[in-house]
DNA sequence: ATCCTATCCTGTAGGC
DNA sequence: TGCCTACAGGATAGGA
């Protein structure tokens, strides 16, 4: 679920919240999340400060002084959470406790365990199994569409799953993926190989356009994802095609569409997103049962 | 090499 | 009310 602009949000949460604080004690489930949690971890990150947190795609690398980096990725329901004032009941799906000295409190919890907890030397961050892979991050270095071009020549890969593929950009998922593409009037299943400069240029402005919009609403909250304080981001309302299928277009009125690419829902405009772009003029209506022409 | 499928896990919504 | 199935924002091992 959180996807680049849920990580940036929480990344700036964390900026500005735990930086400079040192942490007293970290305890673990003890249970395996995608990955088992670095062995040692609860010793190694104590008495360490933080002083910074960073983002890579959907990667937390949370700095602390000694030269370590606690890696952190949310899967699909993992968050962050932040007590001045720690509850005395510990929520289900806890996964880590860290206390600072000053009695302040930061707990990991993650639902289905999709999530990464590992500690790294931060000098060799960028040869970490986690994140070695990893192309780069649309908002420290935003694509144009000449190299988006350049990178899908060859590729039969539908565009939709090309932009979900972290290897060649990293933080795009599920949600935004249909909307950039919606925005830069493409058809998801398109192969990769075949979509214009042009239209490269169009999803390269839109990523950033998105993403960038996103991060202003502190992300998108469906149920699960919430910032550090656990309040919902509301770029939800601003969702163009994500979760309305059979709902008027917001561009021409026709029924938005869900198909499924790669076992995931894809949510695009049948009319906007097609090679040619939107048709002009009035809507064209189709007798029930008469083939579209 | 590239692409696709199944799988990890829990919670919840919807049908009956 | 309960039982069942389908599905959910991610990533990847392994096979075609």
Known sequence: MPELPEVETVRRNLESTVVGRTIE??????????????SGLAERIRRRRVVNVRRHGKYLLIGLDGGLSLI????MSGRWLFYADPPARVLPHVHARIRHTDGTELWFQDPRR????????TERLASDPALRLLGPDPIATPPTGTGLHALARGTRVAVKNFLLDQRRIAGIGN?????ILHRAAVDPRRRAGTV???EWTAIAREIVAVLGE???????TFDMYRTLWNEPGTYRDQLLV??????????????IRRIVQGQRSTFYCPSC???GGRARGPQIVVARGTPDP
Request: a positive charge; glycine letters at 10%; one cysteine or more.
């Open 25 to 38: 004690q970290c305890r673990l489930s003890g249970k395996k999340l995608r990955a088992r949690i670095t």
């Open 72 to 75: 952190s990725h949310l899967g």
């Open 114 to 121: 999709f999530g990464v907890l590992r500690l790294a030397h």
């Open 175 to 179: 949600i935004y993926a249909s909307e």
């Open 196 to 198: 214009s400069q042009a």
């Open 214 to 220: 996103a991060i202003a609403r502190m992300g998108t």
């Open 242 to 255: 994500y979760d309305r299928a059979g709902e008027p277009c917001r561009a021409c009125g026709r029924p």
């Open 273 to 275: 997103q097609r090679r």
